[in-house]
């Protein structure tokens, strides 16, 4: 039987397990990507940090075609030994045809030096809806991360405009600190490919959150 001093210090113990345990949680992450070289090195640094959970992962056209962008995830996560689901989304921006970044980041989007970029399948060909789920099953808890286009986030918004009030945090990739942006002297392709009504309202419900 315990004294009364060893139940006050086991209580004591709980709780500090209890509250150092919520600190430890992981942060649960969705992320966007058209992925080519700078997008699998952010995907390499999500998927090997230990309090962050990335539950699903969608492609979109944007530095490289949708499907090159597809291998280029599956052929980072596969390197990793990471079983994330890959989802594939938009193909083209909404109202304009695709403008990519190939001539940076090279015609298979991962500096044409020869990697195997062929022949993995993803998980589902719904990157919309795989958006959507994420945060409505996950309401006030997904960190939505945007490397790419924002053609995926619009066409969520506007099937489930509801997700604009369960996401937790949204943190986009546009535009650049000091340097020329690779597609005119302002703009990097992320923003080029998602410059129209639609996916400036996206961001504007996003932002008014």
């Not at 090997?48 to 996560?77: E, F, H, K, R």
């Not at 020869?114 to 959507?132: E, F, H, M, Q, Y």
């Not at 006030?140 to 489930?160: R, S």
Request: charged share 20%; with cysteine.
């Amino acid at each position: 039987m315990l004294s009364e001093r060893s139940e006050g210090g086991l209580r004591t113990c709980l709780r500090e397990m209890l509250y150092y345990g919520s600190l430890m949680a992981k942060r649960k992450f969705f992320i966007d990507t058209d992925t080519a070289t700078d997008d699998a090195v952010a995907l390499i640094m999500a998927l090997t940090q230990p309090d962050i959970d990335v539950l699903g992962i969608s492609i979109v056209a944007g530095n490289c075609p949708a499907d090159m962008a597809t291998q280029n995830a599956l052929y980072t996560l596969e390197l990793l030994g990471s079983k994330v689901p890959v989802h594939v989304g938009a193909t083209k921006p909404l109202m304009r045809e695709l403008q990519s970044g190939q001539h940076v980041h090279g015609a298979d989007g991962m500096g044409d030096i020869g990697l195997p970029l062929k022949g993995r399948t993803p998980a589902s060909n719904d990157g919309v809806t795989a958006i959507i789920d994420a945060i409505m099953n996950n309401p006030g808890e997904i960190e939505l991360v945007t490397l790419g286009p924002l053609t995926n986030i619009a066409l969520a918004i506007a099937i489930e405009p509801r997700i604009i009030k369960n996401v937790k945090r949204v943190v986009a990739m546009g535009g650049t600190a000091v340097l020329p942006g690779n597609i005119t002297a302002d703009r990097k392709s992320t923003r080029l490919n998602s410059s129209h009504l639609g996916i400036s309202y996206a961001v504007f419900c996003l932002k008014k959150k």
